[in-house]
């Protein structure tokens, strides 16, 4: 029947058909739970009870006035922070490793490897690195002859840039094999031409290679902040938001929030403003960058 139609006609029924599956899956896996999220926000559901009571805006005023709950974005700062460093070392290693270096694809593997490990099996075996008695890291500090009895996981003051210095060691080679890839689409005959005219290594640096990866700058940008708004497994498999809520991340909230204390109104609450929050924060981003183009 396909072949007594006209081939526009063909072409037409063909990318409705590559179209409409995509969107179908679209509208049922995010859109709907999203718009279903944002419905829980005004409701008091304990998630078990067949009724849902309308309560207005009572969710998201909690959400604001109660320290407990929109404080611990505090925390994930640390996260950001860390994550900036993480950019700076990715670009550093990038740019060795992008220089004809003998064995550079062993050392971009091994640079890459922390990524493809699974998220839990990471932080526990970090778990035994920052252990305050039989750690790994105190056990070299020691006979470094530096403070061997550091408590990494129980000093609130610390905690949260432990944890981030493990997405540290996890992301960077993430973020270095995408700063390399776009190293290598930079012509040579641009740092030649350079080269020729006098530009040393720090200023073809900084007026050939940074302005060339500002997309990618941009791109690695929005993965940081969004992975440091949205951190959650490391804190739940090491800490479980402590010492004493010091390590909570706003993500955990909400799950404490849905799971241990029933209250899956406020948690749908939590999660739109967690939403809005990112957005808010990259269009800012976005402006900026756009502004120094």
Not at 53 to 59: D, Q, R, S
Not at 81 to 105: D, E, P, S, T
Not at 119 to 125: E, Q, S
Not at 175 to 191: F, H, K, T
Request: net charge neutral; hydrophobic share 50%; proline share 3%.
């Amino acid at each position: 029947m396909l072949n007594m139609l006209s081939f526009k006609r063909q072409k037409f029924i063909i990318i409705i058909g590559f179209i409409i599956i995509p969107l179908i899956l679209l509208l049922t896996f995010s859109y709907y739970p999203a718009m279903e999220l944002i419905r829980l926000g005004f409701t008091d559901w304990d998630g078990m009870s067949p009724t849902q009571h309308y309560i207005g805006w009572a969710n998201y005023k909690e959400v604001f006035k109660n320290p407990e709950i929109f404080g611990v974005f505090r925390h994930n700062l640390a996260y950001f922070v860390v994550g900036i460093f993480q950019n700076i070392f990715a670009i550093y290693f990038a740019v060795i490793l992008n220089a004809k270096l003998k064995g550079r694809n062993f050392f971009r593997l091994l640079l890459f490897l922390p990524y493809i490990l699974n998220g839990v099996a990471v932080a526990y075996l970090f778990g035994y690195v920052f252990d305050t008695t039989n750690g790994s890291l105190n056990f070299l500090l020691g006979h470094l002859g530096l403070s061997g009895d550091t408590s990494w996981l129980g000093n609130e003051k610390m905690i949260n840039y432990t944890l981030g210095s493990i997405g540290f060691w996890r992301f960077m080679g993430f973020n270095m094999v995408i700063y390399l890839a776009a190293l290598q689409s930079i012509p040579q005959d641009i740092y030649e031409a350079a080269a020729i005219d006098g530009a040393n290594g720090w200023k073809s640096f900084m007026y050939i290679t940074l302005p060339n990866l500002r997309q990618i700058l941009e791109l690695n940008l929005f993965l940081t902040v969004t992975g440091a708004l949205e951190v959650y497994d490391l804190p739940l498999v090491l800490t479980q938001g402590g010492p004493a809520g010091a390590s909570e991340t706003f993500a955990l909230s909400i799950v404490h929030t849905a799971f241990q204390f029933n209250n899956y109104g406020l948690a749908s609450a939590m999660s739109c403003v967690l939403l809005v929050f990112v957005i808010v924060v990259l269009g800012l981003q976005r402006l900026i960058l756009r502004g120094r183009d």
